[in-house]
DNA sequence: TTTATTTCTAAGCATTTGCTTAGAATTGGG
DNA sequence: CCCAATTCTAAGCAAATGCTTAGAAATAAA
């Protein structure tokens, strides 16, 4: 038949991602994914179709890639106290070797606003409410707490999360410790 | 001597803020300015220098703008129950037409993290000490509290009101009255 | 080896970006 | 009324944007 790629999907668009999480959508143009994934415009415009289904490909991979933690939340039976280990297990995850990233999602979420494509805000919607959902879950191992209690804590923490998120960029390690154990106190 | 401006530098800049409130840094156009702020490039130039310079006048009138609200906090003498209140009143205050714009230096701080204008980024890292120093002060009037408690409890609510700007664009009122309610309890 | 098919390179497209400038319009002081 | 100072308009600049395309290079099946 004919030639074969000479990349693979997968590694390239980890790659993007990289360059999304840090610089954001519109601070990243297609000649910087050029750069980053290694190839050419041609190939990421056939194999991709556009800048913005380069980047809801980032997306699905970014989920991938923090299933690493939610996994982790998910299996273990701790209630509250689980949902304490993902949040500092979350900034483990979103650190760079020039410091904190924050979430690739709840970024977008915030350049984007309500002018962003309508397709990426609804995914990026989504994530929000099965963090929340993942919170909710653990919540109920926690006995005695009533089904609005657990609804009104999921949702607490899971803003709380956009928070932590946001205030990785510019705190220090020891203030972002304080909150969240703050933010803990006698859930 | 000769000719007089025609348009009001305060005036057009309290324009130039709506806009990129709305749109974030980057994705307002000098072009776009132009329009809103109803005055042709030249005249933006000459009195701001350029889009930075005119961003960082909008920076300072939303300062003044929001000191509407961190005024009354100032004022009042209800500890920790006025830092309640200032939730609610920056939720009103942040209300557009269509929807909440969250907080202009929290947008600009997770659209340009480390790869803004450093001066930009001076000005809004301050912004964010202002409003904890704000909190502390109120948290003072609270008996009973160390100043460690203090210390750390600032520290949680200028986090929490990073979650609260982000959270305004996309949780519903009710869901955002539920995060202000659960994140006050045993302050 | 030939050939059909797909991938690759690299140049180029129109549009938009932030910013500049030449010259016309305006207006105050003499 | 005149003229010098300052504003305005509108055209234009180079560079960057997302995306396209013509043609060369590669490769699997015949």
């Given at each position: 038949m004919?030639?074969?790629?000479?990349?693979?999907?997968?590694?390239?668009?980890?790659?993007?991602m990289?360059?999304?999480?840090?610089?954001?959508?519109?601070?990243t143009?297609?000649?910087?994914?050029e750069?980053?994934?290694?190839?050419?415009?041609?190939?990421?415009?056939?194999?991709?179709?556009?800048?913005n289904?380069v980047?809801?490909?980032?997306?699905?991979?970014?989920?991938?890639?923090?299933?690493?933690?939610?996994?982790?939340?998910?299996?273990?039976?701790?209630?509250?106290?689980?949902?304490?280990?993902?949040?500092?297990?979350?900034?483990?995850?979103?650190?760079?070797?020039?410091?904190?990233?924050?979430?690739?999602?709840?970024?977008?979420?915030?350049e984007?606003?309500?002018?962003?494509?309508?397709?990426?805000?609804?995914?990026l919607?989504?994530?929000?409410?099965?963090i929340?959902?993942?919170?909710?879950?653990?919540?109920?191992?926690?006995?005695?707490k009533?089904?609005?209690?657990?609804?009104?804590?999921?949702?607490?923490?899971?803003?709380?999360?956009?928070?932590?998120?946001?205030?990785?960029?510019?705190?220090?390690?020891?203030?972002?410790?304080?909150?969240?154990?703050t933010?803990?106190?006698?859930?």
């Open positions: 004919a030639r074969s790629k000479q990349y693979n999907e997968e590694e390239v668009i980890e790659k993007a990289g360059l999304f999480w840090r610089n954001g959508y519109e601070n143009s297609v000649r910087m994914l750069k980053e994934m290694g190839i050419n415009q041609f190939s990421i415009y056939s194999s991709f179709g556009s800048k289904g980047f809801l490909e980032c997306i699905k991979s970014y989920k991938k890639k923090i299933h690493r933690i939610t996994e982790i939340l998910e299996k273990s039976n701790n209630g509250v106290a689980g949902i304490k280990q993902y949040f500092y297990d979350f900034l483990e995850f979103s650190k760079d070797d020039n410091g904190k990233k924050g979430c690739l999602v709840t970024n977008t979420v915030n984007l606003g309500e002018h962003g494509d309508p397709i990426i805000m609804t995914e919607k989504s994530f929000f409410n099965e929340k959902t993942l919170f909710a879950n653990s919540l109920k191992q926690d006995k005695n009533t089904q609005e209690t657990i609804e009104k804590q999921a949702n607490y923490l899971a803003t709380s999360m956009l928070g932590l998120s946001l205030a990785s960029k510019i705190l220090s390690g020891e203030q972002l410790e304080d909150f969240i154990e933010a803990f106190i006698n859930l």
